[in-house]
């Protein structure tokens, strides 16, 4: 009987020892994996223009998101990062450019000596999407030459307006002309094309981004009108790319009593899933640009994605 617990003993000793060493083994394997060098998109946000919860509002929801920051959701925008050339880009200047750029800054942090930024690309020039480029100029940041990638109204725009103006004179940005249609080889992995899209175009007119890099592609969309306005037939774009980030500021028709949505249209949540629901491209719809009175920015529902802040798309 002794004999019997010894064998099992030193049996036991020696499974653990050889887990021991396996254990070493499999932690220097994964310390000698290289990082991942393919590049990236990450969402910096998902709200509309005025972030959650909006100025001014009282409901109980957002009582409790001003007491519980966990519970509030910025801007929307989009970083697309290079790991292998630590370049980072971001679509759209939001009013939370601050918080957006030390998300940035700790996802991927920029090299020593490298520009704050290597661009930034401009939809349109709705208070959600530019203001925040106000933080580039000298009572903040004081930067040098970041490159704004710009339509041609949303160039005269800045150019002819203040405080834009002045970022300009100062040389806080850099303005760099985009044209429809037209790719933008951002470097040799990654390029951008504007799209124009129907809006409210009041001083500058909307574009939506399509994203490539060596493997796969995004639609970045956060605004338009409504499908049925735009030339491009919304399917045909869904089929080119891998993932559409779309607009979905409004749920459904009645979430905005007394609010007339003519005045601000866009087209419904559940417009997108009709006109989708029976195609296989829904699977790659994650919507954005969430309005404070859209209930799935507080909660999900089946069959409807919303993308989340901080979530990463290879590219």
């Known amino acids: 009987m002794y004999t019997d617990k010894t064998e099992r003993s030193s049996s036991i000793c ?154 300009i004179r100062l040389h806080n940005i850099e303005l760099a002309p985009i044209e429809d249609g037209m790719a933008v080889s951002l470097n040799e992995r990654i390029s951008v094309t504007p799209m124009l899209v129907p809006h409210r175009d009041e001083y500058s007119e909307t574009v939506a981004f399509l994203i490539r890099g060596p493997s796969r592609s995004i639609l970045w969309l956060p605004d338009i009108d409504k499908w049925e306005k735009w030339s491009t037939p919304l399917e045909s774009v869904l089929a080119r790319v891998d993932v559409a980030y779309l607009d979905g500021t409004f749920y459904d028709a009645g979430e905005l009593p007394g609010r007339d949505l003519r005045e601000i249209p866009h087209p419904l949540m559940t417009e997108t899933l009709s006109r989708l629901a029976a195609s296989p491209l829904l699977a790659k719809v994650r919507f954005i640009h969430l309005n404070q009175s859209n209930p799935l920015l507080r909660g999900g529902r089946a069959g409807v994605i919303v993308a989340k802040d901080g979530e990463r798309f290879g590219l």
């Not at 939370?96 to 998300?103: E, H, V, Y």
């Not at 940041?141 to 203040?162: C, D, Q, T, W």
């Open 14 to 167: 020696v499974y653990l020892r050889h887990l021991r060493i396996s254990l070493l083994l499999l932690l220097a394997a994964c310390a000698s994996v290289p990082l991942p060098t393919s590049p990236y998109a990450v969402v910096l946000g998902i709200a509309q223009d005025g972030g959650y919860p909006q100025a001014g509002c009282n409901r109980p929801d957002c009582v409790a998101a001003w007491h519980d920051p966990k519970l509030r959701q910025r801007v929307v925008s989009l970083a697309i990062v290079d790991p292998q050339s630590r370049q980072r880009w971001i679509i759209d200047a939001t009013p939370d450019f601050p918080s957006q750029l030390r998300t940035l800054e700790e996802a991927a942090p920029r090299a020593d000596a490298a520009p704050l930024l290597d661009g930034i690309l401009l939809t349109h020039a709705h208070i959600g999407h530019y203001l925040g480029l106000a933080q580039l100029g000298r009572e903040v940041i004081g930067a040098h030459s970041v490159r704004v990638y710009a339509m041609p109204r949303m160039r005269e725009f800045l150019g002819h307006n203040a405080p834009w103006d002045q970022l």
